[in-house]
């Protein structure tokens, strides 16, 4: 079992940065592919980063502007998220896997609860 607990939403202006936290427990967490979701008012829950052991990947709109990390001795996942627009509004969630790292969000098995993040124009 892994319990995830995210941090560090808020509300911030256009252009501004916030940087996401995603505390796991256990102690197994090296063993697990980490990922970041999405999902806005009215939209289903999306893709935004993801990271393995050996890289990290993104999505389109967020590549160049997001940078998604892990640290292994803490147990977290961090979204470093600079150059906000208004479109990145959404609740975040953080996500972990064991299997292999992948985009498709019914294929991780654990889930935090979410953080808000809200870009003002």
């Known amino acids: 079992q892994v319990q995830l607990v995210e941090s560090g939403g808020g509300l911030v202006q256009a252009g501004g940065s916030l940087r996401l936290s995603c505390a796991a427990s256990?102690?197994?967490?090296?063993?697990?592919?980490m990922a970041w979701f999405r999902q806005a008012p009215g939209k289903e829950r999306a893709f935004v980063a993801a990271?393995?052991?050996?890289?990290?990947y993104y999505t389109d709109s967020v590549r160049g502007r997001f940078t998604i990390s892990r640290d292994n001795a803490n147990n977290t996942v961090y979204l470093q998220m600079n150059s906000l627009k208004p479109e990145d509004t959404a609740v975040y969630y953080c996500?972990?896997?064991?299997?292999?790292?992948?985009?498709?969000?019914?294929?991780?098995?654990?889930w935090g609860q979410g953080t808000q993040v809200t870009v003002s124009s």
């Open positions: 996500a972990a896997k064991r299997a292999e790292s992948g985009v498709v969000d019914r294929d991780y098995e654990y």
């Open positions: 256990g102690r197994t967490f090296n063993n697990y592919n």
């Open positions: 990271v393995t052991w050996r890289f990290a």
